[in-house]
């Protein structure tokens, strides 16, 4: 029992440090060491760029949206002060990035489907009943959970992503949306319950 | 608590299955970005380092963003106030707002008459009546008749008689003060058209100015000589002139044809050495400050004793009018 508060306590500190360290890095990279930036954006790629390809419908318009963050960012190391999360602050330009691209082209958003057509969704990336291996099953589940994700309104996609990818807390969603923590935390309760519902409506 | 609400409670503590279904959609290759896009970023930030840092405008102002507002704000305010404070105060004719003496109270009560005279003549106006006397002070412009005689008028009105009778020390009428100060303005402007008068006529006043300056000057040596008569040496000169005239007129000829002022020596023998130029030059003066019979008559007498001279008075006259 010791062992396991120990090995939380450590997690937790490494999750501390692991912070820390990315905003040491930003500033690092603020004072002219390319190579902190380097490890900074081996770090958040993965993340960011999912946020991105799982909001827009052409990848090619989430490698836009991801390099034009990015370079917001490179743009506006001079005057970065460590005042919150890096992580906070990479995903609040991402979410800017996104807004404007929304505005710009509504039209050629995702088409995003309201709860009531959430279920007529499912019915049509439902698998087969007769899929007989779990393997297969669970691959089936991650690629409707994937196709189910993009068919989300945009604000709770947003937030359901924003949870998943980077952990955060509906404090800062609320943060980064810009939106109070009531309104972040219902938006995420629908998305959660939408894809709850397309998971056991597969399973079933 | 509904079964949604239990299974959000659930997704929180991070115990969902859809979270795990998530995480598991993390590890495909097909969600990172090419090593095309990662170049391309990372080499931008490598040249962002590489660049040298602008130039803020900024840092290099003198002033701060903090100070510059309130330092052309404060410009500003001094400019205009410096305006208003250089610029003439506009001089409209509002003799309500005319200033009143200090001596004067300045309360607006009707007729005025105070019973003692006062000895300050020089800044104060006296109208005498029959029974009292009315002292209005003023100050500046006590000398003019005008001043006087329009105060008088506004003074003697019938209010002011009756007031007389009584011998009651009151202040000075404001028609009176109206009167005075409309007098002053009416002076001043007297005074600037007069000026204006005399810039047009600056050339003829010098002209006549020189002429006064001149016939001064000869005033003056004709008194000198006077007082020089009386002398010794000159008793002996006039022994040998004609008359006491052609005696002036010789040293008036003389300082003429010389040239020099203030040479008051009669000797006709020097003036045969003087040249004909010289001596019309002497003719011409004397035609323009003394007339055309003194000339004849100095013509006629200094042709007789230098021929040689041959003064002719229609030809001193012409060149007189020349000039």
């Known amino acids: 029992m010791q062992n396991i508060a120990l090995a939380v306590t450590l997690e937790v500190s490494m999750t501390d440090t692991l912070q820390q360290h990315d905003e040491e890095l930003m500033l690092r990279y603020r004072d002219g060491d390319a190579a902190a930036f380097e490890v900074l954006y081996c770090r958040h790629k993965a993340a960011l760029f999912r946020y991105f390809t799982r909001q827009c419908s052409e990848p090619a318009i989430a490698e836009e949206l991801f390099q034009d963050s990015w370079m917001s960012i490179i743009k506006s190391r001079r005057t970065y002060v460590a005042s919150a999360k890096f992580s906070t602050f990479i995903y609040t330009v991402a979410h800017n990035k996104l807004v404007d691209y929304y505005r710009r082209n509504k039209s050629h958003i995702t088409d995003s489907i309201h709860n009531d057509d959430i279920e007529s969704h499912v019915e049509l990336v439902a698998p087969r009943q007769d899929q007989p291996e779990q393997q297969v099953a669970v691959e089936q589940k991650r690629l409707r959970l994937v196709a189910a994700i993009k068919r989300l309104p945009e604000n709770q996609r947003e937030v359901f992503l924003l949870r998943e990818e980077s952990g955060f807390s509906l404090d800062d969603i609320a943060d980064i949306t810009q939106v109070n923590i009531e309104t972040a935390k219902s938006r995420l309760r629908y998305a959660v319950k939408s894809l709850t519902k397309l998971i056991q409506a597969g399973d079933s | ?323």
């Open chain 2, 1 to 323: 608590m509904s079964d949604h609400d239990k299974e959000f409670e659930e997704y929180l503590a991070g115990n969902a299955e859809l979270s795990t279904l998530y995480n598991a959609s993390k590890n495909t290759t097909d969600d990172e970005p090419g090593i095309g896009l990662d170049n391309s970023i990372l080499a931008a930030a490598k040249r962002e380092v590489a660049s040298k840092p602008q130039k803020n405008k900024k840092n290099y102002s003198p002033f701060g963003t903090n100070y510059f507002i309130p330092l052309s704000t404060a410009a500003t305010i001094f400019i205009v106030v410096a305006a208003v404070s250089f610029f003439p105060e506009q001089q409209s004719i509002d003799y309500d707002s005319e200033p009143m003496p200090e001596s004067m109270p300045k309360t607006t009560v009707t007729p005025i008459v105070i019973a003692k005279r006062k000895k300050s003549a020089s800044k104060e106006l006296t109208i005498s009546t029959n029974k009292t006397e009315v002292v209005a002070p003023i100050s500046g412009f006590v000398e003019d008749s005008t001043l006087v005689s329009s105060s008088k008028e506004s003074l003697n009105t019938p209010d002011a008689e009756q007031d007389n009778t009584n011998a009651v020390k009151q202040p000075i009428v404001p028609q009176a003060q109206f009167d005075l100060a409309l007098n002053k303005k009416q002076l001043n402007t007297t005074q600037l058209e007069s000026k204006v008068l005399s810039k047009k006529n600056s050339s003829k006043a010098k002209k006549k100015e020189v002429k006064v300056r001149r016939e001064k000057v000869l005033r003056q040596r004709k008194s000198s000589l006077l007082e020089h008569e009386s002398s010794a040496g000159l008793e002996a000169q006039r022994a040998e002139t004609p008359s006491n005239t052609s005696f002036m007129d010789g040293l008036m000829i003389s300082s003429l044809v010389t040239n020099k002022p203030n040479e008051l020596i009669y000797d006709e023998q020097r003036w045969q050495h003087y040249s004909s130029k010289q001596w019309r030059e002497a003719m011409v003066t004397i035609y323009k400050q003394q007339g055309k019979l003194k000339l004849q008559e100095i013509i006629e007498r200094y042709n007789q004793k230098f021929p040689r001279l041959k003064l002719d008075i229609d030809t001193i006259i012409a060149a007189a009018k020349n000039r």
